[in-house]
């Protein structure tokens, strides 16, 4: 596939999202400030990788993807609440995010806790209201996305980043596996089982999405150090400036390249004897080389 | 049914409740601090009023009550999660909860609010794996969880508890419909959906819930007032001390007492004729005169 078809595939997914989301919690009520504080942190923007690995494995396993939005939206419900409470002061305790004031510098700590509260059981209404999937597709994705946002998934790995200091490669692995892998992989999965696909394109969604969100992470780690801070998006540094571990203390910059190629290739490997028409290997190739 | 055979049937759903939140969130790794912690929360006590409105109401649709175990204890982790978040600094800063102090206070902010944020998937993850329940039953049962803890329940009601002031009854109404009576709902009809019961069932379920919840609240605000400290479990003249709006400023404690009355005779009718043995009935009124 070519970068201009890739190009034109992912604006296609990306608008169809946007546009999803820009639909949710419009109601008038009483509360609606939560309703506003919600939207306000899920329409910032943002890359949508995990809707959009949920569509085209959607698509590969056979159904029409526009019939699997709910479900992939539902995961950047729940990659969005778990930034509104990251931000948090006793947790990262970050004032900007996007770009814009974070949700309890904007709308105060209260509103910004309550409306990471409601976005976890709305992803989940959002899956079991899906009328276009079948009740099996339905119970499976919710079970999914129940695992891997919870404490042995990305709460977990919440608890390992914030609380404690990982300092091996295996350590920071699981971190990282847990954190954003979790997420990631469940996107992957999701979109297969959204199209009631079978065990096998299950696993290779697992793989793929395991080892992209590990060549994602690595990546990352590089770009806190080497990056363009206006590419970037944050500040350079801020990992070594907060003592943390990284990849780049373990592995140094040339071997975080190596292993994001290692990575990707599992990654690519993982999909392309299995119908992908390269959009999957495309993707995985533009986030290991990526500034933001 | 006499008050013996109500305690006893009482005393063994209690019992099962407990059992079985007792053997959750046991397993032994790298980040266990958060099972920890949510184990704390949930194994502190309590009622345990929502699991066994659930399990009765799958009886009397015609469950082994046992299979709807799950599903009524998903309801306890939501409870949990709620009174974890909203003991919070942020928001009602209570130290002490049923005598232990709150999880912030045992645990620090970040856990706590991780805590509550691992407790609601999990609550997801219980339903969606529940092997006894039929697939439809399961993928009901989560969405009715999945509306009543979400901003049109639950965290609604905490928007309007903690940032708006109720003035008149029928904002007081809208409140504590939300803030405790959408998932004293949802127990009532999450028994019916995990039995696979009908529409009519569902609907009964939900007015002798809302009513339950009404008279409940009611009779919260009465102890508030008239309450002995010690039964009552949390001071006398809280609601007073913090200048809040309650069913006893509205109705007088007379006309209070004439309210709780007027629900739970409603409650009692919705299930009297709908092969009630008498167990929901001695619960509404157990829980109308209660001190506690």
Not at 141 to 151: E, F, H, S
Not at 173 to 192: E, F, N, S
Not at 267 to 288: N, Y
Request: charged share 20%; aromatic share 6%; with cysteine.
């Amino acid at each position: 596939m070519d970068k201009a078809t890739f190009d034109a595939q992912y604006q296609t997914y990306l608008q169809a999202v946007e546009d999803y989301l820009r639909g949710l919690f419009t109601a008038k009520t009483d509360y609606d400030q939560i309703f506003t504080a919600m939207r306000y942190s899920l329409l910032a923007g943002g890359k949508r990788i995990r809707p959009i690995l949920t569509l085209e494995f959607a698509r590969l396993c056979g159904l029409d993807w526009h019939k699997a939005l709910p479900v992939g939206c539902a995961l950047e419900l729940v990659h969005t609440y778990s930034l509104i409470h990251d931000d948090l002061p006793c947790m990262d305790d970050d004032d900007l995010r996007r770009g814009k004031p974070t949700s309890h510098k904007q709308f105060g700590e209260t509103l910004a806790i309550l409306a990471g509260d409601a976005l976890q059981p709305a992803a989940f209404e959002l899956i079991l209201s899906a009328v276009d999937l079948r009740d099996t597709a339905r119970a499976n994705c919710a079970l999914i996305l129940a695992k891997a946002a919870g404490a042995d998934g990305m709460v977990g790995g919440q608890v390992l980043d914030t609380l404690c200091h990982a300092t091996t490669q295996d350590q920071l692995a699981q971190v990282h596996r847990l954190k954003t892998g979790a997420l990631l992989m469940a996107a992957c999965q999701l979109g297969c089982a959204a199209a009631d696909g079978d065990e096998l394109q299950l696993n290779c969604a697992k793989i793929y999405g395991e080892n992209l969100g590990m060549a994602f992470q690595i990546r990352d780690d590089v770009l806190d150090v080497v990056g363009d801070e206006a590419d970037f998006g944050k500040p350079i540094g801020s990992d070594e400036a907060c003592g943390k571990t990284t990849y780049v203390n373990l592995l140094g910059i040339d071997g975080c390249a190596q292993a994001v190629e290692r990575c990707t290739v599992t990654a690519c490997d993982a999909v392309a004897t299995w119908g992908d028409d390269g959009f999957l290997q495309c993707l995985a190739k533009s986030l290991a080389g990526r500034n933001h």
